[in-house]
């Protein structure tokens, strides 16, 4: 049983077109979210929601639009794509506050031709 | 701002002998949690070992402990009897303990690289 799964794995598509990626936990976890991994490997948070409600927003370009349906999902919708969006994008969940640790999904990678 | 820096870019361990790699974090703040995870070549991250400040007990999980040493802001993880599994890129992380503050920050990361 796959406890936090992303789709797709992998992703690519042509600059200036609208993508989604989808996060789903069965881990019972209220917090959910998104950090991108570039390609020197650095982390970084975008995101964050806890029981539908987003607490983190870091500075990210608004043509990055998470949306979490009820706790148990997190998609991240991006428009407009650009050569620089190519990284890995990781979902993970925690339960309240991380303070245990994340679970993470396996990553998407998007590549931006 | 907290930082966390990993200085070693990269190590190598001869397979069954010690390693460890070096964390150093910056922060003002008394109470948080520190992580090491590991991310293998497929990509997945995994919770190695987790450490709360204001306990002076070094954790341990197996053949993974760490030296947490407090004042002088430092988390190192030490790898006994390594395996070829344990190949991987090893990232560490802090998270502070403050109320409303969910986010970890990462450091850059460690390549363990693990000799036949």
Known sequence: ?113 | AQTVTQSQPEMSVQEAETVTLSCTYDTSESDYYLFWYKQPPSRQMILVIRQEAYKQQNATENRFSVNFQKAAKSFSLKISDSQLGDAAMYFCAYRSAGSGTYKYIFGTGTRLKVLA
């Open chain 1, 1 to 113: 049983d796959t406890a936090v799964s992303q789709t797709p794995k992998y992703l690519v598509t042509q600059m200036g077109n609208d993508k989604s990626i989808k996060c789903e936990q069965n881990l019972g976890h209220d917090t959910m979210y998104w950090y991108k991994q570039d390609s020197k490997k650095f982390l970084k948070i975008m995101f964050s929601y806890n029981n539908k409600e987003l607490i983190i927003n870091e500075t990210v370009p608004n043509r990055f639009s998470p949306k979490s349906p009820d706790k148990a999902h997190l998609n991240l919708h991006i428009n407009s794509l650009e050569l620089g969006d190519s990284a890995v994008y990781f979902c993970a969940s925690s339960s309240y506050r991380g303070m245990d640790g994340y679970t993470f999904g396996s990553g998407t990678r998007l590549t931006v031709v």
